[in-house]
């Protein structure tokens, strides 16, 4: 399998989709945590301010952020039950999450001007705390996602606890509105680079997942090859005794016959065991020089007709074994190519008509088609079955139909053809339209152009 089953280099650009996935299971994984600080924190304010700020605002700003969590709450519950798809969540519930946790935002600015007011120097210090605690847990729940948002939260609380620093003096006032801006631009700075570090683990999230299933692809595709070729080493040890065995004992029986017929008969038969065991290993040689690159291509240009008349004079005893009638149709035309290579390309194609075609009859000729010239291997025996027409030039494929005496090879006949019609840029085929028998064709350019 040389040159196959490479890894292609990973793509580090991923579809917008796939980044939102993610970036909404980061969100989602956060929110519990979110909704169960803002719980603590509302109930808290209730707890501390009750009777020192206006019952009106207190409890107009209890009931706002109460429906904002449970709201909140119950979508994320529905998200998680429901599933639905990203599309979904990226046109409805990924927008209804981010409006509501703005609605927390103007919430969270809302108090510092409703409750910092009430509250004496050490709970505003409290409240202080609180604040920056709201902030850190938005920018976890949206860091990622809610960019715009997450800058508005950091930008719209601090400066509101500065502002109000600024007009309410208190202890320390200087130093914490110092550190509130101090804050807010590490806030900025961590939020630029938890988005950085974020889209950067998620690239290679997929890149590794990309990898992986190129990995599973090659593993799968190196099974297949080791039990193609189990296969063939368990068919070889067979196919190549068979034509042997057949050998030995027709030699035994030419031994024991006198001169006559019968004779005859029988030391035709070693020659065609003979000849076949030879096609064997000829198969196997020329499979494995092409599996190691060692077989090159000559091109030049060459006379189609000389090349078809010797083929046809070459396979002249093997077809009168088999009964078959070899029919050269003269050519001039010219091509393209390796006139080794074609014509070991050829003879597999006679060679499998004369040995399993069972046929009377197999022309070789050539015809021009376009800026290209087909030669062709036709016969009239008994066709090939569609069934097999998928593999058929596939390695270590053998025909459903064989039923031969002495098989011989394994398979490797017309998928050496393939590979070597590869290497002289040609192409070969079954021209799937002949009905009586079978009619095989190398495609080779054309060498008048």
């Known amino acids: 399998m040389r040159g196959k089953n490479k890894l292609s280099a990973p793509n580090p650009k991923l579809n917008a989709h796939e980044q939102a996935a993610s970036i909404l299971r980061i969100e989602r994984s956060a929110m519990p945590i979110g909704m169960a600080a803002m719980t603590i924190v509302v109930l808290g304010t209730w707890w501390f301010f009750a009777g020192k700020v206006s019952a009106v605002w207190l409890y107009s700003w209890l009931v706002y952020m109460a429906v904002l969590i449970a709201t909140l709450a119950g979508a994320n519950l529905y998200v998680s039950y429901k599933k639905p798809s990203v599309a979904e969540y990226l046109g409805f519930w990924g927008p209804l999450g981010k409006l509501l946790n703005l609605g927390m935002v103007l919430g969270a600015i809302a108090s510092v001007w409703i409750f910092m007011p009430a509250a004496d120097a050490g709970l505003r210090q409290l409240l202080i705390t609180s604040f920056m605690g709201f902030v850190i847990t938005n920018l976890m729940i949206h860091g990622e996602g809610g ?14 606890l500065v502002a109000f620093l600024c007009f309410h003096p208190m202890p320390y006032s200087v130093a914490n509105i110092g550190f509130l801006i101090l804050m807010s631009v590490t806030m900025m700075n961590l939020q630029s680079n938890f988005r950085k570090s974020t889209r950067q683990a998620i690239k290679e999230r997929a890149v590794s997942e990309q990898v992986r299933v190129e990995l599973d692809t090659a593993l799968a595709a ?3 090859e080791r039990d193609t070729k189990t296969r063939f080493l368990e068919s070889a040890s067979h196919d190549l005794r068979q034509p042997l065995q057949a050998a030995r004992m027709f030699f035994d029986q030419s031994q024991q016959l ?8 029988a030391v035709a038969s070693l020659h065609w065991a003979l000849e076949a065991a030879d096609q064997s290993l000829t198969q196997i040689l020329d499979h494995l020089r092409l599996d190691a690159g ?10 189609v007709g000389p090349l078809i008349a010797h083929l046809g004079k070459v396979n002249e005893p093997n077809s009168q074994f088999s009964h078959t009638t070899i029919i050269v149709v003269e050519s001039r035309l010219m091509v393209v190519g390796d006139p080794a290579l074609v014509e070991r390309a050829l003879g597999n194609f006679i060679t499998n008509a004369l040995r399993h075609a069972h046929a009377s009859r197999v022309l070789i000729g050539a015809r021009r088609s376009g800026g ?3 030669i062709w291997v036709i016969d009239d025996g008994d066709g090939i079955p569609e069934t097999d027409w998928p593999t058929l030039f596939d390695s270590y494929v053998q025909g459903s139909n064989h039923g031969d005496e002495i098989r011989g090879g394994f398979g490797l006949g017309l998928a050496s053809v393939a590979r070597l019609a ?6 070969a085929g079954l021209d799937a339209r002949w009905k009586n028998g079978s009619a095989f064709w190398l495609e080779l350019r054309s060498g008048t152009d």
């Open 147 to 160: 960019r715009l948002l997450s800058s508005v939260t950091i930008l719209g609380v601090f400066g509101s």
């Open 222 to 224: 190196v099974i297949v």
């Open 258 to 265: 006198t001169k006559g017929a019968q004779h005859d008969k």
């Open 294 to 303: 060692d077989i090159k291509a000559s091109m030049r240009v060459f006379d």
């Open 372 to 374: 290209h010239v087909r």
């Open 422 to 427: 590869k290497l002289m840029n040609a192409t």
